[in-house]
Nanobody
Framework: QVQLVESGGGLVQAGGSLRLSCAAS????????MGWYRQAPGKQRELVAT???????NYADSVKGRFTITRDNTKNRVYLQMNSLKPEDTAVYYC?????????WGQGTQVTVSS
Protein backbone atom coordinates (compact mmCIF):
# COMPACT_ATOMS: atom_id res chain seq x y z
CA GLN A 1 0.00 0.00 0.00
CA VAL A 2 1.26 3.45 -0.91
CA GLN A 3 0.59 6.56 1.15
CA LEU A 4 1.37 10.12 0.14
CA VAL A 5 1.39 13.05 2.54
CA GLU A 6 1.77 16.61 1.29
CA SER A 7 2.90 19.64 3.25
CA GLY A 8 4.01 23.19 2.62
CA GLY A 9 0.91 24.89 1.31
CA GLY A 10 -0.36 28.20 2.57
CA LEU A 11 -1.22 31.78 1.78
CA VAL A 12 1.27 33.93 -0.11
CA GLN A 13 1.21 37.22 -1.96
CA ALA A 14 1.61 37.36 -5.71
CA GLY A 15 5.27 37.18 -6.64
CA GLY A 16 6.11 35.12 -3.60
CA SER A 17 7.36 31.57 -3.24
CA LEU A 18 6.32 28.33 -1.61
CA ARG A 19 7.86 24.89 -1.43
CA LEU A 20 5.63 21.85 -1.36
CA SER A 21 6.84 18.52 -0.05
CA CYS A 22 5.40 15.04 -0.49
CA ALA A 23 6.46 12.12 1.66
CA ALA A 24 5.76 8.72 0.17
CA SER A 25 5.64 5.44 2.08
CA UNK A 26 5.04 1.86 1.05
CA UNK A 27 6.23 0.18 -2.14
CA UNK A 28 7.90 3.08 -3.92
CA UNK A 29 10.10 2.46 -6.93
CA UNK A 30 12.16 5.22 -8.48
CA UNK A 31 11.33 4.04 -11.99
CA UNK A 32 7.71 5.08 -11.48
CA UNK A 33 6.78 8.71 -11.93
CA MET A 34 5.91 11.05 -9.12
CA GLY A 35 4.47 14.46 -9.54
CA TRP A 36 2.13 17.25 -8.67
CA TYR A 37 -1.34 18.06 -9.91
CA ARG A 38 -3.68 20.84 -8.90
CA GLN A 39 -7.38 21.54 -8.87
CA ALA A 40 -8.91 24.98 -8.67
CA PRO A 41 -12.56 25.50 -7.68
CA GLY A 42 -14.87 24.59 -10.52
CA LYS A 43 -12.06 23.23 -12.66
CA GLN A 44 -10.69 19.82 -13.49
CA ARG A 45 -7.54 18.48 -11.89
CA GLU A 46 -4.55 19.32 -14.06
CA LEU A 47 -0.93 18.30 -14.28
CA VAL A 48 1.60 20.71 -12.82
CA ALA A 49 4.86 18.76 -13.00
CA THR A 50 6.08 15.18 -13.01
CA UNK A 51 9.41 13.47 -12.73
CA UNK A 52 10.73 9.97 -13.26
CA UNK A 53 13.70 9.00 -11.13
CA UNK A 54 14.28 12.70 -10.66
CA UNK A 55 15.78 13.03 -14.12
CA UNK A 56 13.08 13.26 -16.74
CA UNK A 57 10.74 16.13 -15.91
CA ASN A 58 7.57 17.44 -17.48
CA TYR A 59 5.88 20.76 -16.74
CA ALA A 60 2.63 22.39 -17.61
CA ASP A 61 3.23 25.36 -19.91
CA SER A 62 1.67 27.67 -17.35
CA VAL A 63 4.37 26.94 -14.76
CA LYS A 64 7.47 26.52 -16.91
CA GLY A 65 10.27 28.75 -15.72
CA ARG A 66 8.57 29.37 -12.37
CA PHE A 67 8.17 25.94 -10.78
CA THR A 68 10.81 23.27 -10.26
CA ILE A 69 10.16 19.65 -9.35
CA THR A 70 12.82 17.60 -7.60
CA ARG A 71 12.87 14.10 -6.21
CA ASP A 72 14.91 12.44 -3.49
CA ASN A 73 14.72 8.71 -4.10
CA THR A 74 16.65 7.92 -0.92
CA LYS A 75 13.90 9.53 1.14
CA ASN A 76 10.95 8.77 -1.16
CA ARG A 77 10.13 12.45 -1.34
CA VAL A 78 9.19 14.80 -4.12
CA TYR A 79 9.26 18.57 -3.89
CA LEU A 80 7.77 21.43 -5.84
CA GLN A 81 9.51 24.79 -5.60
CA MET A 82 7.08 27.46 -6.72
CA ASN A 83 8.41 30.93 -7.48
CA SER A 84 6.80 34.04 -8.92
CA LEU A 85 3.41 32.80 -7.82
CA LYS A 86 0.32 34.24 -9.46
CA PRO A 87 -3.29 34.38 -8.26
CA GLU A 88 -4.18 31.85 -10.95
CA ASP A 89 -1.90 29.34 -9.21
CA THR A 90 -4.44 29.18 -6.38
CA ALA A 91 -5.61 25.59 -6.05
CA VAL A 92 -5.40 22.42 -4.02
CA TYR A 93 -2.15 20.71 -4.94
CA TYR A 94 -2.03 16.93 -4.95
CA CYS A 95 0.96 14.63 -4.90
CA UNK A 96 0.79 11.71 -7.29
CA UNK A 97 2.61 8.39 -7.63
CA UNK A 98 1.89 6.33 -10.71
CA UNK A 99 2.31 2.64 -11.40
CA UNK A 100 1.20 0.48 -14.31
CA UNK A 101 -1.79 -0.59 -12.23
CA UNK A 102 -3.06 2.62 -10.65
CA UNK A 103 -2.42 6.16 -9.53
CA UNK A 104 -2.02 7.05 -5.90
CA TRP A 105 -2.98 10.45 -4.52
CA GLY A 106 -2.29 12.44 -1.40
CA GLN A 107 -4.96 14.34 0.50
CA GLY A 108 -3.93 17.65 -1.04
CA THR A 109 -2.57 20.91 0.30
CA GLN A 110 -4.14 24.32 -0.30
CA VAL A 111 -2.12 27.03 -2.01
CA THR A 112 -3.68 30.48 -2.07
CA VAL A 113 -2.03 33.39 -3.87
CA SER A 114 -3.41 36.84 -3.11
CA SER A 115 -3.17 39.71 -5.55
Amino acid sequence: QVQLVESGGGLVQAGGSLRLSCAASGSIFSINPMGWYRQAPGKQRELVATTTSGRTTNYADSVKGRFTITRDNTKNRVYLQMNSLKPEDTAVYYCNYGTDRRNYWGQGTQVTVSS
